[in-house]
Nanobody
Framework: VQLQASGGGLVQAGGSLRLTCTIS????????MGWFRQVPGKEREFVAA????????KYTDSVKGRFTISRDTAKKTLLLQMSSLYDDDTAVYYC?????????????????WGQGTLVTVSS
């Protein structure tokens, strides 16, 4: 299984950006997909996840109401729509997958990782 994250870039504070994670290789079923982010000198932190049942999602408190995670099973893509971005959202964003039905927020609970895409929010 390979994950490829893309869509990062430079955006002004208050702006929007959409991240995409493309999934290839043998299909994972069931699968939980998540987004994490990391800034230099800090641990990788949970951002959002979507369960095998796509109606079930979870967000870290700081992005609730601003970020939306979704999944297109047919296209094998995971999306993260980010809006109202501000400085603290600047980070390298990683997509991840785990073969399970239950959402998890720990990095050690995910088995597959993409390479990361940099999001920079300028004020």
């Amino acid at each position: 299984v390979q994950l490829q994250a893309s869509g990062g870039g430079l955006v002004q504070a208050g702006g929007s950006l959409r991240l995409t994670c493309t999934i290839s290789g043998r299909p994972l079923r069931p699968v939980v997909m998540g987004w994490f982010r990391q800034v230099p000198g800090k641990e990788r932190e949970f951002v959002a996840a979507i369960a095998w049942n796509p109606a079930i999602t979870k967000y870290t408190d700081s992005v609730k109401g601003r970020f939306t995670i979704s999944r297109d099973t047919a296209k094998k893509t995971l999306l993260l729509q980010m809006s109202s971005l501000y400085d603290d959202d600047t980070a390298v964003y990683y997509c991840a997958a785990r073969r399970d039905t239950a959402i998890a927020t720990g990095t050690d609970q995910y088995n597959y990782w993409g390479q990361g895409t940099l999001v920079t929010v300028s004020s």
